[in-house]
Structures are given as C-alpha cells and as structure tokens.
C-alpha cells in the first residue's frame, strides 16, 4: 500500500439483524485503522432498510461496541432517537425511489415473480436463470421484485488499495440481481450504492465475502450514471472463520461482543481472542496494533 494514500471518507455500515460479532470488530478495525492511516473521516451508516430483520435492540448494539472498543466515528448518529430521527435509510428513501424510477424509465429493469424456492429448485447455487427476464411483466405486478438486465457483459474495473485496477465482470450467481424486493422496499445492491454515492465515501472497506456485491454495484453505476462509484477504492479484508472454516454468523451467541461484554471481558480481551483466531502470536491491545500486524498481508 502507498505510504501517501489519502482519502476524504470511509463507513462502517453494519446491520442491526443480530448482535455484533468478532466478525463485525476486526473489519470496524480495519476500516479505523485505515481511516487513520490514510486521513479519512469515518461514517456510521446503520443498514435498517431490510424492515423485517432490523431490531432497535441491535440498533442500540451497535453503539454499545463501537463505544465499548473506542472505534471513533466522524459523522452519523451518536445514539438511537438521532438514528430514527435523522440518520435511518427510511429517512433516504426517496433517494432509492428516484433511482428505483430511472431504472424503470430505461427500461433497465423488469418485474420478477420467483419466489426464493423457485429460484432454487432451477439452480443448485441459486443463480437466477432469467425465468422473467422476457416475460414482460407489469412493473407494478403484486408480489413482483424487480430485477436488473445483466445481459449486457460490462467490464468492471475495481480500484483498490494497493493501486491496482481488477478488471472484473459480473459473477453468475449475481445475474439479474434484485434492485427491489417483493416487499416493495429497495434491495442492499441499490441502497448501499446511492448511500455511498450520498455520503461521498470514495474508500469502502468490506468482508471477501462482500466482493461479488462489490460488482453487482459496479454494475448498476453504471447503468445509473453514478460516475464516482467507479473512482471509488476497495479494500476487501479476509474474513474470520470457525474451527471448520466457516465465516462467523451472528446466530453464534458466544462470539458475540455483547456475550464478551457480560463476561465483564476488556476490549484488549476481544482483540486478543481475535488475534488467537488470525493464528497472530503477540498479544494485542487495540485496533492500532491488530492492523499493524495485519499490514503484512493488505
Ligand atoms: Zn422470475
């Protein structure tokens, strides 16, 4: 990574479905601490928009751990009632219409009736196979989400940190990807894009397992004009996983922070349980040092 990299802003942009995990901590780490290193402001944005899964309790949560492990943020809100006042993705929704609409107008997107089943039963990795795509279906069926045409084969170029552009083009399992989901409510590809197109972050830190939604918003800038999302710079960080090699869930209570902190553990406690699972032999005290020993393989 280039020592005089600068950025304006980066986010942290958890979602309140489940308490946070060890998971969740080593990449709000990570992003911290390349935020610091490269000069950049941090956003809290709280991803609330999927309705059914969002609980106030993990809302609430997310304030408790950054707190608790003294990761700073910059800009967002600082308690609950200023999240439901100001800051939840309700608050953008018009936003996502507006870009739901021009979509629509150019005729870029069409409605899709396959339940989740559906598209399992014809795929065994539940790539959609386009059964809709021809179909030409009201856009304002019931019950339809609407996804978008990925016929067209768009070279996507990722900036990413270490100065490299990864030509890339969209996996299978995102062809046709959801822009807006059978409860009417705009999907994660779309929201995540116009919410950091709002925000004006130009540097996104995410899981591995984040870089086929990584295209999937290369994408749809493109077929929305969102020019900067293309000058954005990517870092995507190694994931941390189980025993079997398994990504960690938030159904896992004892990797919880929240389990951590009823244990009356320390925040040097978690990032050194977090080291133990990277296989990193010192003892680590705070996020500072956790990416210092990260650095090697950024
Ligand atoms: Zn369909």
């Given at each position: ?22 998971g969740n ?44 492990l003294?990761?700073p943020?910059h800009?967002g809100?600082?308690d609950?009632?200023e999240?439901?006042?100001?800051y ?25 009736t ?38 067209e084969p ?7 940190i ?25 999907a ?7 919410d950091d197109?709002?925000f ?9 397992d984040?870089?086929?939604s990584?295209?999937?918003?290369q994408?749809?800038s ?21 025993d ?6 938030k ?10 902190r ?7 406690d ?8 990277l ?12 990416v210092?020993?990260?650095q090697?393989?950024?």
């Open positions: 990574m280039d020592e005089n990299l600068t950025f304006s802003k980066t986010r942290l942009a958890p979602t309140p479905s489940g308490y946070l995990h060890l901590v080593l990449s709000f780490a990570i992003t911290a601490a390349l935020a610091e290193k490269t000069g950049a402001k941090i956003v809290l944005r709280i991803d609330d928009v999927d309705r059914e899964r969002t609980n106030k309790l993990y809302v609430q949560d997310i304030f408790d751990t950054l707190n608790f003294e990761i943020w800009e809100p600082r609950l009632a999240f439901d006042r100001e939840s993705q309700m608050c953008r929704m018009e936003l996502y219409t507006s870009a739901l609409q021009q979509l629509r107008e150019n005729e870029a997107i069409f409605a899709c396959c339940s989740r089943a559906d598209v399992a039963r014809l795929s065994p990795e539940s790539s959609y196979m386009g059964t809709c795509s021809g179909k030409k279906l009201p856009t304002d069926t019931p019950n339809a989400s609407w996804r978008l045409h990925t016929e768009l070279l996507l170029p990722v900036k990413t270490h100065g490299t552009v990864i030509d890339a083009t969209l996996p299978p399992s995102m062809r046709d990807f959801v822009v807006k989901k059978r409860d009417t409510f705009p994660y590809q779309l929201t995540s894009l116009i197109i709002h004006g972050i130009d540097l996104v830190v995410r899981g591995e984040l870089w086929a990584t295209l999937a918003q994408y749809l493109k077929r929305l004009g969102l020019e900067a999302f293309q000058h954005t710079t990517f870092f995507h960080h190694p994931l941390l996983v189980d079997e090699g398994h990504k960690l869930s159904s896992l209570g004892a990797t919880s922070v929240q389990y951590f009823k244990q009356h553990k320390k925040p040097e978690i990032y050194a349980i977090i080291s133990g699972i296989g990193v032999q010192v003892t680590l005290h705070d996020w500072r040092e956790l210092g020993l990260l090697l393989s950024l």
